[in-house]
């Protein structure tokens, strides 16, 4: 059975850093886009990054130079590295698969790991 395990959230203040990491189990992990999505209270689940299986990022704007996405596909690992954060960060974070096929399967999503960005 597939698994996403997010780990690595926690308080940060605003200008620190942050590093999450996402292990994948039950896939065949380079078979997938793996992204990481985040929700904060009251609004709707966005994409912060996602990163193809040969290295190919995508960001969104408001994290762009700040954050980094990265991921080991020997390891079906995938992390965020975050830097800078800014109180707009905080939010619950989720790691997602998708195949690049629809005949592989569906997607998959963590559980999340909570990101709170104060003082």
């Known amino acids: 059975q597939a698994q996403l395990v997010e780990s690595g959230g926690g308080l940060v203040q605003p200008g620190g850093s942050l590093r999450l990491s996402c292990e994948a189990s039950g896939i065949i992990f380079a078979w997938h886009i793996m992204a990481w999505y985040r929700q904060a209270p009251g609004n709707q689940r966005e994409l912060v990054a996602n990163?193809?299986?040969?290295?190919?990022?995508n960001y969104t704007d408001s994290v762009k130079g700040r954050f980094t996405i990265s991921r080991d596909n020997a390891k079906s690992t995938v992390q965020l590295q975050m830097k800078d954060v800014k109180p707009e960060d905080t939010g619950r974070y989720f790691c997602?698969?998708?195949?690049?096929?629809?005949?592989?399967?569906?997607?998959?999503w963590g559980q999340g790991t909570q990101v709170t960005v104060s003082l």
């Open positions: 990163i193809l299986s040969g290295g190919r990022t």
């Open positions: 997602h698969a998708h195949p690049i096929h629809p005949d592989i399967g569906p997607d998959y």
